[in-house]
């Protein structure tokens, strides 16, 4: 494979020679190890490239591999966009974030703007097709792709907005995206501990399929306790979610996303004391001396 040149002409009319040994050394300029991805993934990822008329020297697509698991061909968001662009049935798209809001309801909204005290919880897209009379439609969940890390974390909006769009893209055009997968879908296949025992290496191509499946239930977060919170105050003692917020925030300043496990604690307590009954006190009268009483006898 490696004195193999795949020959093909990228989207931009481009004529493109690639090697195995060119794909290692733009995996190694990018910081991925080389020495456990084997030739086939490698075959697999060329292939692909080929069929899909992507540059992998201008990063349409790339490889990537965490120790033992299946290499995985990731591809920009641009690369999305831009072959969406070129296809003659594309009419445009629609994208945003789903929110928890202050007043305590689930909104769309477009764009990645996220304001102070609202809770990222999902994105979606909506991509326009002549000839549909319904937009293609995704939503997704930030559960099941936040990593808490990195980007995950300084820009979540941003970053599940990026997911909505590619998910959508891939379905609306499967002839010209089919196999491709953004590095934000990605992010929680890295490892978040090393591999104490090596599994069976796989070619590329099985990642690509195993990305398909419907992902695991969302295990349940820290956070949603103070959620539950607010919905009980709300529901059961008529106190508004917004009210409720304001005052958490009197004794934690901080934003909602950045509470550990003490402030969520607080933040339940003090929201399970508002609007919470007096204690009822029984007035009990002791009786009079009997010499008080006008009784005549």
Known sequence: MTSEIVRYKADNGQDIEVTEQDVRDLMAANGTTTSNVTAQEIKTYL???????????????????????????????????????????????????????????????????????????????????????????????????NTGKSNWLKIPATMIRKVAICHALREAFPEDLGGLYGAEEMDQAAPQQSYEEPAPQAPAAVAVEAAQ????????????????????????????????????????????????????????????????PEPEYELVEEPLPLSEYDIPF
């Open 47 to 145: 292939r692909l490239c080929q069929a899909q008329r992507l540059n992998p020297f201008t990063k349409d697509a790339y490889l990537v591999k965490y120790g033992t698991s299946p290499a995985t061909i990731i591809a920009g968001k641009e690369t999305f966009t831009k072959r969406a662009q070129r296809n003659p049935r594309f009419r445009g798209f629609e994208a945003g974030i789903t929110i928890f809001g202050t007043d305590g309801k689930l909104h769309r909204r477009e764009g990645s703007m996220l304001l102070d005290g609202e809770i990222v919880v999902g994105g979606w897209c909506k991509v326009y097709i002549a000839g549909y009379e319904a937009p293609m439609y995704d939503e997704v969940s930030f559960s099941e792709y």
């Open 213 to 276: 499946a419907p992902p695991e239930p969302p295990a349940a977060r820290p956070i949603d306790e103070y959620k539950l919170a607010l919905v009980r105050a709300r529901d059961e003692r008529g106190v508004p979610v917004k009210e409720a917020m304001a005052k958490v925030r009197e004794t934690i300043s901080k934003p909602p996303e950045e509470y550990d496990a003490a402030d969520i604690a607080s933040a339940v307590a003090i929201v399970d004391a508002l609007g919470a």
